[in-house]
Nanobody
Framework: QLVESGGGSVEAGGSLRLSCAAS????????MGWFRQAPGKEREFVAA????????YYSDSVKDRFTISRDNAKNTVYLQMSNLKPEDTAVYYC???????????????????WGQGTQVTVSS
């Protein structure tokens, strides 16, 4: 089970940190990703981190503004979001994938488990 928290409303230029807590003893065996879906739009990849935390991947739209990290001891993955823009407004989902193949981290269908989502709203 994955449970997101930390969403909310913020003005443009502000920051938020999302957390995703995972239950179970195999968290370190899963790559973790964040996806988002805005109203009327398809779900899109935001960021991912491999099982060890050593490598991270980002979409071009959030690179240099967002940072994904994980704490395997706490079974938690984070998404630090800075310099937020109105176009970042969406429901953000964390997801877990058993893949060890880099390209699969960008594809939602390659993820095995999903959280319920948390709303992020950025006002101009």
């Amino acid at each position: 089970q994955l449970v997101e928290s930390g969403g909310g409303s913020v003005e443009a230029g502000g920051s938020l940190r999302l957390s995703c807590a995972a239950s179970g003893r195999t968290f370190s065996g899963y790559a973790m990703g964040w996806f988002r879906q805005a109203p009327g739009k398809e779900r899109e990849f935001v960021a991912a981190v491999i099982q060890s935390g050593a490598n991270t991947y980002y979409s071009d739209s959030v690179k240099d503004r967002f940072t994904i990290s994980r704490d395997n001891a706490k079974n938690t993955v984070y998404l630090q979001m800075s310099n937020l823009k109105p176009e970042d407004t969406a429901v953000y989902y964390c997801a877990a994938s058993s893949t060890y193949t880099t390209w699969r981290l960008y594809v939602g269908a390659q993820y095995d488990y999903w959280g319920q989502g948390t709303q992020v709203t950025v006002s101009s």
